[in-house]
């Protein structure tokens, strides 16, 4: 496989992004190009490349497998998606395949954790802290900010998430880098990752130009069924 021929790369240790944060980047960056289309190398191989643990790439795979840009298949390994998104909001037009896809860092450091983000995520007194701008055909589509626990407390195991959908209206800076109205009402998504312990891996704040981000649900006979037991059948 011509990825493990590369000379091995170490992801930077000293950024203040965190390790996992970086290998997503480049493993997106890698299928968005089209440099891995079917399968991705395995863990052991990722870890080897890059010198980082299995916990990172665990988390790093995760990230991607959520997104809906990889997927896992039992007994075989992980591979690109058939049609790979950019997150779990997507934007959706006539020259979607032609658009392109960009993101723009705003601020990246480590800070004093937040008391509301403390007090929800139980987060220790300091985390990192990464704001970017997300855009396509150079429109400004979402403002994500990510908080994460320090590099200490993310060599974990990631096994699920969760995420809250809500309307919110964006504040004046907001306003400004989304080329929107202040006061506006935008789609608010908060998500959060979990090791397999119950430990937080990451909390995620986005916000989404509703007009731009429409949400794409699929519904599953699962779905229903647990739907049938909490309303008639006749209601459904």
Known sequence: MPFLEKKKKALDEKSPVPLHVQLTAILEKQ???????KKIPSERELME????????????????????????????????????VQGWLK??????NSAEQDIKLLDYRRILTPDHI????????????????MLTDQTPV???RH????????????????????????????????????GMYVLSSESIMYSSNGDLVEYCKGLFRPDLSPIHLKMSRNTLTKCEKRYPIDLI
């Open 118 to 133: 403390k007090l929800k995520l139980e987060y220790e007194n300091e985390c990192y802290y990464i704001e970017r701008l």
């Open 142 to 144: 979402a403002v994500e």
């Open 147 to 182: 908080y994460y626990p320090t590099e200490a407390h993310i060599k974990i195991n990631a096994s699920g998430s969760e995420q809250i959908i809500s309307c919110e209206p964006v504040n004046k800076t907001d306003a400004e880098n989304l080329k929107i109205t202040r």
């Open 31 to 37: 299928i968005e190009s089209g440099y891995f289309n």
């Open 91 to 96: 934007i959706t037009n006539d020259t979607e």
């Open 49 to 84: 490349t890059y010198h980082v643990s299995r916990s990172t790439v665990r988390v790093a795979v995760l990230t991607l497998v959520q997104e809906g840009i990889l997927e896992k298949r039992h007994g075989k390994g992980t591979f690109v998606s058939n049609k790979p």
